[in-house]
């Protein structure tokens, strides 16, 4: 605290006014900083905000894609699997018209196999698409080649 000279009526009027003046500009100073630290604060929240918006949208773009490439997959295996019956239907009739049988326990297996994949592709989908909705981070499925296993058993 300053200590100012007294005077008939109170204390020095000049001194009084130079402190005050002084205590106006070291005020004056901590509302420029103030200003400029909130407009900093403002600008960074401002470019988290934008970098946090464009990583949603970039995840949510790629979980579309996802879901859109799934279904294709899913599709081509739909066609696959009617080709493989379609086959199995046509070789039936002819080894029947030759009189020769078929390992139909064969044709089971890879439709067996077919069905797997499917539902794989299903359960990836639906992890896809529940991504789409809910932006936290899907668990990894496990699909066991059963391929690997059927081979073994033989």
Excluded: W
């Amino acid at each position: 605290m300053p200590s100012f000279n007294t005077m008939r009526n109170g204390y020095n009027i000049d001194e009084v006014n130079k402190h005050i003046e002084g205590l106006e500009r070291i005020i004056s100073e901590y509302k420029e900083k103030d200003a400029a630290i909130a407009n900093t604060m403002i600008s960074a929240q401002i470019a988290a905000d934008n970098i946090i918006k464009n990583a949603n949208l970039a995840a949510k773009s790629i979980r579309q894609e996802t879901v859109e490439h799934l279904n294709r997959v899913s599709e081509s295996l739909d066609k696959q699997k009617n080709l493989i019956t379609r086959f199995e239907q046509d070789y039936c009739e002819l080894v029947e018209k030759y009189l020769m049988k078929v390992n139909e326990t064969e044709f089971k297996d890879t439709l067996t196999r077919v069905d797997e994949l499917g539902s794989y592709l299903s359960e990836l989908k639906g992890v896809a698409v529940a991504a789409l909705e809910e932006p936290a981070q899907p668990a990894p499925i496990a699909y066991e080649n059963q391929t690997s296993q059927q081979a073994e058993e033989e």
